[in-house]
């Protein structure tokens, strides 16, 4: 079982960056690592995935070219740094942990471990 805990949330105008932090209680090389987010009134999507061996990166349409994923190993955390931000991307960001060796899952029932979520509000 591992613990995912989001930070980095925040306010920022069109056009800023911010960057998610998910810390995890275990090695992070034993997961594949998602993030997703949920707009008001909307369906949890996905954003952005990273296979367990950090070799496989997935990105939803909507985060290519802005997003990326990245990991630090020794420090068990999970990053998305995001630019070019836009007031749509407005949302309550989830990480998550997938145990799976087939697939790195881009569907929230592929994942079995959860963070509480941070909250990205970006004004225009």
């Known amino acids: 079982q591992v613990q995912l805990v989001e930070s980095g949330g925040g306010l920022v105008q069109a056009g800023g960056s911010l960057r998610l932090s998910c810390a995890a209680s275990?090695?992070?090389?034993?997961?594949?690592m998602g993030w997703f987010r949920q707009a008001p009134g909307k369906e949890r999507e996905f954003v952005a995935a990273m296979s367990y061996s950090g070799v496989n990166i997935y990105y939803a349409d909507s985060a290519k070219g802005r997003f990326t994923i990245s990991r630090d190993n020794a420090k068990n955390t999970v990053y998305l740094e995001m630019n070019s931000l836009k007031p749509e991307d407005t949302a309550v960001f989830y990480c998550?942990?997938?145990?799976?060796?087939?697939?790195?899952?881009?569907?929230?029932?592929?994942?079995?471990?959860w963070g509480q979520g941070t909250q990205v509000t970006v004004s225009s």
């Open positions: 275990r090695t992070i090389s034993l997961y594949n």
């Open positions: 998550a942990a997938s145990v799976s060796r087939v697939r790195v899952p881009q569907t929230p029932s592929g994942y079995g471990y």
